[in-house]
């Protein structure tokens, strides 16, 4: 593989059916910048997908419907681990039946793998039927790893889905030391406890994130008000009870601060919403963004407030804060997360306690009051964090690991 050449691409992503999650803006980012530098892409999708989602992409609905779509649907056990099997040999029918006339490509890449999609990903290659000369990235966001952050050592969760994962990757050893697979992840912490637990090379990959707003200029006229946000679905692991409390604790100890809030939340938490009832400075934004609705409230936000739970993100990165990093948006996040680690490396950061409602209101009022210098530190990093958070950083990448082993 040559960097000096253009590479066809083929993704595959059974996950890319609508707009909920990240996966239409992850991968139009990767079409975009990989077509930017003269590669050809070619996608795949749920068969179920949205006509805007092929539309947009100009995406192939051959895939079977999205696995991820059904995690938390509520079926009992049983269902649940009939759909590995179910899903993996569909997923192997459609990718034989699109190769069987598509089958040149230079890079085949998987974003999403669960292990029902290694099951198949396993079958397919073992059985021969990966082209020859294609190189084949199966990308790992999360995996069913814990870590003790207190003995600093890493194990894996006990389930059968889990005992079928690390299986699976056992026997993909061959074509992980050849190099004809290779095993993504998009954080170091991630990387290393799956090389420690597997044995195995897997190879970090930064989280590629379009830059959606203008570079700001270095000298910015100071704000009425200091816009605070809080974006996406909120869930327990994203410490949204935490952060709800810890506003409303802010707001009664600083109530003449100048800061306006910002938090989207779809459903739940109503007992910790009803504390901020009553608070002119909060907005709620209860529904999904519309097309372009998001990067004109990106536009507006000077903070994002992201008190995590390292439990859930300590191995994991979340898209949210790569964007703030690369639009300049000072970030504010919890010690002990893959978050608060990049942020400090490739932004300005405000690192709060975990599960500390007083420690978060408190950072809260530090970002406040250190907001000039923060302000200052995340525009002298916009650049540096745009150039890693990239298509073509992910892609040299690519090439470097090829190399490594040619050489």
Same mark, same amino acid.
């Given at each position: ?18 707009? *909920? ?49 059904? $995690? ?57 039927? $990966?082209?020859? *000369?294609? *190189? ?30 690390? &299986? ?62 809080? &974006? ?80 859930? &993100? ?71 964090? *745009? ?21």
């Amino acid at each position: 593989m040559n960097n000096g050449h253009s590479l066809k691409w083929l993704i595959v992503e059974d996950a890319l059916r609508d707009q *909920q999650g990240h996966w239409f803006e992850y991968i139009s980012t990767f079409q975009k910048g990989l077509q930017e530098i003269g590669d050809q892409v070619t996608i795949l999708a749920d068969r179920e997908a949205q006509t805007f989602i092929l539309e947009e992409l100009k995406a192939l609905p051959a895939l079977p419907p999205s696995i991820w779509h059904r $995690m938390s649907d509520g079926a009992n056990p049983l269902v649940r681990y009939l759909r590995l099997p179910v899903h993996g040999w569909r997923t192997v029918q459609a990718m034989k039946r699109f190769l069987a006339t598509h089958n040149n490509y230079d890079v085949i890449f998987v974003p999403t793998v669960l292990v029902h999609h290694l099951l198949a990903w396993t079958w397919l290659i073992k059985r021969g039927l $990966m082209p020859g *000369q294609t *190189q084949i990235i199966l990308f790992f966001p999360n995996a069913p790893v814990q870590y003790d952050q207190t003995h600093q050592t890493y194990s894996w969760s006990e389930s059968l889905t889990t005992k079928l994962l690390r &299986y699976l990757l056992k026997q993909l050893t061959p074509e992980v030391q050849q190099r004809k697979v290779i095993l993504g992840v998009e954080t170091h912490p991630m990387q290393k406890a799956l090389s420690f637990l597997t044995g195995l090379d897997f190879t970090y990959f930064p989280h590629p994130v379009e830059p959606i707003l203008n570079q700001p200029s270095q000298s910015t006229p100071p704000k009425d008000s200091i816009v605070m946000a809080s &974006y996406g679905g909120a869930r327990h692991e994203k410490g949204n009870d935490i952060l709800y409390q810890a506003i409303a604790i802010f707001n009664q100890n600083s109530p003449d601060a100048k800061t306006q809030f910002i938090l989207q939340c779809l459903e739940g938490f109503e007992a910790e919403r009803e504390l901020l009832v009553g608070f002119n400075n909060v907005e709620w934004i209860n529904r999904y963004f519309q097309p372009g609705e998001y990067a004109n409230y990106l536009q507006k936000t000077d903070v994002v407030l992201l008190p995590y739970r390292p439990a859930s &993100y300590c191995l994991r990165v979340s898209r949210v804060v790569i964007e703030a990093m690369v639009n300049g948006i000072i970030v504010l996040a919890t010690e002990g997360t893959t978050l608060a680690e990049q942020a400090k490396e490739f932004g300005a950061l405000v690192s709060c306690k975990n599960e500390n409602l007083i420690n978060v209101a408190n950072s809260i009022k530090d970002v406040i009051d250190n907001y000039q210098q923060l302000q200052s530190e995340s525009k002298q990093k916009i650049l540096m964090s *745009q150039s890693h958070f990239s298509v073509k950083k992910f892609r040299d990448c690519l090439i470097e690991k090829c190399l490594e082993y040619s050489t």
